[in-house]
């Protein structure tokens, strides 16, 4: 491993080593006093109706497929940024192409309504 | 490589320091200057004119009870602060804050480190401070929480991606992912001059993906009670708490280095330089929370992905063109 | 020292790799998958490649997993727990082909079949390049077509997602 | 210094877990996981590869099979969708829609 | 720019995506646009690559770019590479040129058109296929182009496919050029086991040491290849599909006898040029292929009474020119009359299709006359061209023409026959060619009367187009303007750099007196005179005379009209005994043999599917234990046997 990332490793650790201390530092504190009432789903006071891990719109799934495709495109937009300019025009033309045809897609997702919420 | 190690670990240590005093202060910040823009005094009790007021709150969160709901998953309930808050303090380890100081005869780079794809360190930290969120919210076993991490992280998830094309302008003109490079690159004119369309973009995004008012939706208090962490207290809601603070520095902290010269400027010595345009831009997050209505969230979604995508693709077709014609 | 945290770093791909196919919870799959993926990134920078490593996190990690993770809770997944694995001869066949391939495998990598020429980039040479932009330049030119053809895959993927998951949905 | 064979026993290790996963699990969403683990084995050897060979082909290859796994989750997992709205399983056991 | 050469294909290649993607979903205005826009796009950089290669000494004039290597595999290597030399940048200047002005023109003449995207997504992939043909650096590439060139033609003579001879000549065309094509695809694999590439440039430098001039396998290679040219380019025999191509619309006829598809053939003979010098047999055969088909299709042209059956077969005779000038060597004379044919031949078409245009699509000669006052640009520019393919002095048909007839006189490989029966030609040319001119401009009106009173000329959209070929028709001879006439022919000597590789160890051509070659010249220009004056006296002066004189040759007459029975001899000779054989094979080997033993096979298949069928489960993980097993088998085959 480059030498550079040695530091990052042990800042890695460093945080790590705080958030689990906080965490502990807490549970050794903190009073433990537990009852049903407290335990229970907090619904603004109103006792829980159902179980929480019902199924939600697909909607989120549209959006999470669509930031990949393009969260893609931003992987593929960075070694192209820092070449441009060896690249010029020509490099210009291949990206063009490529944002092209993907912003094919999205103004499908969009026409499709994928893009929208009631 | 004895002294290479000391060096690092002091500087990480200076530097985590910093960061997490200026997250608990940045609590105090905000109250004070939403208090001043209210015409309020904000917190006074507490040390002259509330100074102290983070220790005490952290001290009152550190005593109170933690409580795990009764049909929680408890395993990923305990992990979800551990996500959110540890991406929140690494990403700090590739920002430049200052170019070189003498100390002891030594040359001392001030930066934890420089590596060759600084930038998408960043982002890869940032992208996996979604599941934070997204535990956070599945773990709790409550709708509110559900909905509300699911809000959120498609918030985040969509905001990143136009936050990931808003800054490739900056890097088609520095040719390069250090961070150190990008500031260096800045030494005649800054990026926010040159990509005037892009640091918008980029300035949308980090109040988006910070959570923070306009596009606090997804903890909308009025809405969704608090979002994903409703279920949470105690010292874990501290952490997701710290994260977002924490997040805060971070994005301005890099905005500075992207888009406002660093560390660069007249007269006063780059930490201070540094200092400055974080704090400014500090500001200008909590001037935004107490100044701007909230989105509504179809608004949110539809601006992020109607507008904000299409208008940083056509940013950096534009930047190509000009740079590609000179 | 390198060796070290090879071997660190492989152990907790293996454990975590280990853990994903035999979690009964897929949220806890994924979650051990992201792991693997974690340490993955970490050897893919212990092997000098940067920029594959960050965007194996971005990619993969941040947001491969992530429509994992929607998609899980997406569908109510309770009654799958119970009975995760498939019973008698398929977990068998199964076991035993695996064990017989990593043989293989092992006997195809340690024995030394696979030689090659060493090609033009050595990690001196690409260091000194910048691994970012030596990926840049070689994607933009000798690989442009797969390049271009890949917004054409994600362009399908992107209208196949959108057929196949908004049908009943309006 | 790590060999290059180590790396690949480590990619075969890892590739022989993800059969494993396909071949014994009934749910589909972790034997696509456990696909994506196959992939990611490859891709680590492309990259020992590529760095033991000199050659930057392997790191761009890695990119593709990236982009591909990408393109192949989303569908994938719409499918998985689809086929849950219909049967509302992910039972692979329940699932034999490929049979004629 | 040079570097940019590939933008000249790409063009039109976006062109075909937006209006075959979304063509239908937009404005027809916009379809025109984009289509006509793309075209102009890619003349210009044409033109701009042409003026930069201007600009550079003659013998630096070659530029190979790859794109990216597109199939490696073994020995074979082919390149997605252009190869942009002095003739592939004539030739994508004036496909791009003339192309141009066809989109234009189409946009008034399709105007009412139902396909409208259809056809403007065909025609921009024609003209693709046509650039990406004459840039290819191999010839694998070639071939893609040449393929795409026959399917194009397919598609767009077939365009109004309502129409059963349509879609018939359609299929003949697609049917005729896979018989030259299977010819010339053949060839190609003959040069890749000699060579062991596909590269123009590398087989062209290994030709002269792998081949013996005179060689059977050289001759071979390229008699292979000439087969192919004979079908693209409606050569003797497998001209026929090409008169039939006029079911498709004006402008596609237009597009493909000017400036695509039959102009391949030539420029592949040409490309192949090295090739072809080491095949003197070879090239024998194609001049006298070329002169043969050039005189035979001229006699049928005579009688014709269809107007763009005439141009067809005029199209046939002069491609028949530049064979021949390729067979006897002058390949820069046979590749400057392709260039001066595709602007006159391009006005012919335009103009007959103004006139059908004004005739509410009436196509009988016959049935038309007088129609000068009425369309006069229609009448004056296709005058112009008319004049320029008779070979009138100072017109560009006149130089391009003359240059050839002179080299098969005097060429390398010249004959005196050559030059008799291209004089010969020459007369029947300007016969026929005024015969249309006056027969449809001039005389008396024998127009329909209940059509006579709309008769009108063309928008500007489509006589602006025309006036633009006609300048070129004029002044495109000038650029090749021979010596013995005090010009200098620059066009020739711009060519030059390439055909020089082939030329190196032959006999420099025998420049004759100079009263030679004006006195050929003379010969030439009087029987193109006698044959202008003759119509004049038939279809002016005695219009009686052409019956009485069909008359008197009432079995000639006869032969001519029917174009020498060749359709029913090919009929007879090929299509009928194929048939015949056919249904034999159909009633007796295929029923009992063929389906007898295939309804066995299918009895066993399904015998052993229903046993086989078990293993199916439908279940993934069954298959998944498959597809292990083969991998552990071919892992296992990898660690243990090699």
């Not at chain 1, 989120?60 to 940024?81: G, H, K, N, R, T």
């Not at chain 2, 773990?139 to 136009?162: D, P, T, V």
């Not at chain 5, 040219?229 to 001209?239: F, N, R, T, V």
């Not at chain 5, 017109?395 to 240059?403: A, Q, Y």
């Amino acid at each position: 491993m480059p030498i550079e990332y040695l530091p990052i490793l042990a800042l890695i650790v460093l945080a790590v080593l705080f958030a689990l201390g906080t965490l502990l530092m807490s549970s050794i504190f903190g009073p433990k006093r537990p009852t049903p009432e407290k335990l229970s789903p907090y619904e603004c006071g109103i006792t829980p109706v159902g179980t929480a891990r019902e199924r939600f719109s697909v909607k989120f799934y549209l959006i999470a497929m669509l930031f990949i495709v393009f969260d893609i495109e931003i992987v593929f937009l960075y070694p192209w940024a820092v070449v441009f300019r060896q690249l010029r025009l020509f490099g210009l033309i291949e990206m063009a192409i490529f944002i092209l045809i993907l912003c094919i897609g999205l103004c499908y997702a969009w026409k499709k309504g994928g893009l929208e919420w009631e | 490589m004895f002294e290479f190690i000391i060096i690092m670990l002091v500087k990480i240590a200076v530097v985590f320091g910093a960061l997490l005093l200026t997250v608990a202060y940045l609590t105090w910040l905000e109250r004070k200057v939403i208090g001043d823009i209210q015409v309020r005094l904000g917190p006074m009790r507490v040390g002259y004119h509330g100074l102290l007021q983070p220790i005490a709150d952290g001290l009152k969160l550190l005593f109170k009870e933690d409580i795990i709901p009764a049909e929680a998953d408890r395993t990923v309930y305990l992990l979800a602060p551990l996500v959110a808050i540890i991406p929140a303090l690494i990403s700090f380890a590739v920002i430049p804050f200052g170019s070189q100081v003498k100390i002891l005869g030594r040359t001392i780079d001030l930066y934890i480190t420089d590596v060759n794809i600084g930038i998408l360190f960043i982002f890869a930290v940032a992208s996996l401070g979604v599941y934070g969120i997204v535990l956070a919210g599945w773990s709790s076993n409550n709708k509110y929480s559900l909905l509300g991490a699911m809000r959120s992280s498609a918030q985040m998830i969509s905001y990143e991606l136009s936050m990931g094309l808003s800054i490739v302008g900056v890097l088609m003109m520095a040719q390069s992912l250090s961070l150190v490079q990008i500031v260096k690159a800045q030494s005649v004119v800054w990026f926010i001059l040159l990509q005037p369309v892009g640091f918008l973009i980029y300035l949308i995004c980090a109040v988006a993906e910070t959570n923070r008012a306009p596009f606090d939706l997804p903890e909308a208090e009025t809405e969704l009670v608090a979002g994903f962490h409703v279920e949470y207290s105690s010292m874990k809601f501290a952490l997701f708490f710290l994260a977002e603070y924490a997040n805060i520095v971070t994005v301005s902290a890099l905005a500075t280095t992207l888009f406002l010269g660093g560390w660069q400027g007249p007269l006063l010595p780059p930490v201070a330089w540094f200092l400055l345009k974080v704090f400014a831009f500090i500001f200008l997050f909590v001037w935004l929370r107490a100044t701007l209505p909230r989105f509504r969230y179809d608004q949110l979604m539809g601006f992020g992905w109607k507008v904000l995508l299409p208008v940083s693709l056509a940013n950096i077709l534009v930047t190509g063109l000009i740079m590609a014609w000179r | 020292m390198e060796l070290g945290l090879f071997i660190v770093l492989a152990l907790v791909a293996m454990a975590s790799a280990i853990a994903v196919i035999i979690q009964r919870n897929p949220v806890y799959s994924a979650l051990y998958l992201i792991l693997t993926f974690l340490s993955l990134a970490g050897l893919y920078l212990q092997l000098q490649a940067q920029f594959i490593a960050a965007i194996q996190v971005i990619v993969y990690a941040g947001a491969i997993m992530v429509l994992f993770l929607f998609v899980i809770m997406l569908l109510d997944l309770r009654k799958e727990e119970q009975r995760a694995v498939k019973g008698g001869y398929q977990l068998l066949i199964g076991l035993l082909l695996a064990a017989i391939l990593l043989g293989e495998l092992g006997l195809v990598f340690g024995g030394g079949v696979l030689k090659g020429v060493p090609g033009e980039f050595s990690p001196e040479k690409v260091s000194a390049l910048g691994n970012t932009q030596v990926v840049g330049r070689l994607l933009f030119t000798d690989f442009l077509l797969p390049f271009e053809l890949t917004s054409v895959i994600l362009l399908v993927a992107i209208v196949g997602a959108i057929v196949l998951a908004k049908r009943r949905l309006d | 210094m790590v060999p290059l064979s180590a790396y690949l026993i480590l990619s075969a290790f890892l590739f022989a877990t993800g059969v494993v996963g396909v071949a014994t699990r009934r749910n589909v969403l972790i034997i696509f996981m456990s696909i994506e683990l196959m992939l990611n084995a490859v891709n680590l050897a492309f990259v020992a590869f590529s760095r033991f060979l000199h050659s930057m082909d392997g790191q761009i290859i890695v990119l593709f099979v990236m982009t591909v796994a990408a393109a192949e989750v989303a569908v994938g997992l719409a499918i998985i969708i689809a086929l849950f709205r219909n049967k509302e399983t992910v039972d692979v056991a329940e699932i034999n829609l490929m049979k004629w | 720019m040079i570097d940019y050469v590939w933008l000249v294909p790409a063009f039109p290649l976006i062109g075909v995506l937006i209006n075959g993607f979304f063509g239908r979903r937009i404005r027809r205005a916009a379809v025109g646009w984009v289509a006509c826009g793309v075209m102009g796009l890619s003349f210009l950089v044409s033109s701009l690559v042409f003026w930069d290669l201007l600009q550079l000494p003659p013998d630096k004039r070659v530029f190979k770019g790859v794109v990216f290597t597109w199939i490696a595999s073994g020995d074979l290597r082919a390149e997605a590479g252009f190869l942009l030399d002095p003739l592939s940048a004539v030739m994508i200047l004036v496909v791009s040129g003339v192309g141009f002005l066809i989109h234009v023109y189409s946009v008034g003449y399709m105007g009412e058109d139902r396909d409208y995207p259809r056809y403007f997504t065909h025609l921009n992939l024609f003209a693709f296929s046509m650039l990406l043909l004459v840039l290819a650096s191999n010839y694998l590439l070639f071939f893609v182009g040449w393929e795409l060139v026959g399917l194009c033609s397919y598609l767009l003579i077939g365009f109004w496919f309502e129409r059963k001879t349509a879609a018939d000549a359609g299929k003949k065309a697609f049917v005729v050029n896979r018989i030259g094509d299977f010819g010339f695809a053949l060839g190609i694999m003959l040069i890749f086991v000699t060579f062991g590439s596909l590269d123009f440039q590398e087989v062209f430098r290994m030709a002269p040491e792998k081949l013996q001039v005179g060689s059977a396998l050289a001759t071979a290679i390229t008699l292979l290849l000439f087969t192919g040219a004979m079908g693209k380019s409606a050569q003797i025999p497998l001209y026929v599909w090409l008169p039939d191509a006029m079911e498709g619309p004006t402008p596609v006829s237009a597009l493909i006898h000017a400036a695509t598809m039959v102009t391949a053939g030539v420029y592949m003979v040409a490309r192949n040029h090295v090739l072809y010098e080491l095949a003197p047999f070879s090239l024998a055969l194609v001049a006298a292929v070329g002169m043969a088909t050039a005189f035979f299709t001229a006699s049928i042209a005579l009688v014709q009474n269809d107007i763009k059956r005439i141009m067809a077969y005029s199209t046939i005779s002069q491609l028949g020119y530049m064979f021949t000038g390729a067979g006897v060597g002058a390949y820069a004379a046979g590749i400057f009359h392709l260039m001066t044919h595709a602007f006159f031949k391009a006005l012919l078409f335009l103009a007959a299709g103004s006139v059908m245009h004004a005739l509410a699509n009436e196509t009988d000669i016959r049935r038309m006359g007088a129609l000068k006052e009425h369309i006069p640009i229609t009448f004056w520019t296709m005058a112009i061209a008319t004049a320029a393919i008779a070979g009138i002095p100072g017109l560009s048909g006149f130089f391009s023409k003359d240059e050839i007839l002179w080299q098969a006189y005097s060429g390398r490989h010249g004959h005196y026959l050559l030059w008799l029966l291209g004089v010969a030609t020459a007369a029947l040319t300007a016969f026929y060619m005024f015969r249309v001119l006056f027969l449809t401009f001039l005389g008396e009106s024998r127009v329909d009367p209940h059509l006579r009173h709309h008769i009108h000329e063309s928008p500007p959209i489509m006589t602006v187009p025309l006036m633009i070929l006609a300048f070129l028709s004029i002044v495109g001879g000038y650029l090749g303007v021979p010596e013995v006439l005090g010009g200098a022919n620059r066009f020739q000597e711009f060519l030059a750099p390439v055909f020089e590789v082939g030329h190196a160890k032959a006999i420099p051509s025998p420049h004759g007196a100079v009263g030679l070659e004006l006195g050929l010249m003379g010969v030439s220009v009087a029987a193109a005179l006698v044959g202008i004056g003759v119509a004049y006296r038939f279809y002016i002066q005695d219009p009686s005379l052409p019956h009485r004189l069909a008359e008197r040759f009432q079995r000639a007459y006869t032969a001519l009209l029917n174009k020498y029975y060749v359709d029913e001899i090919y009929e007879t000779l090929i299509v009928n005994p194929f048939k015949r054989g056919s249904v034999f094979l159909w009633e007796g080997f295929d029923v009992k043999v063929v389906d007898g033993s295939v309804n066995g096979v299918a009895y066993l298949v399904e015998w052993g599917g229903s046993l086989l069928r078990k293993v199916q489960t439908g279940y993934v993980f069954n298959y998944v234990l498959a597809i292990l097993a083969g991998a552990v088998a071919i892992v296992g085959y990898m660690a243990f046997w090699r």
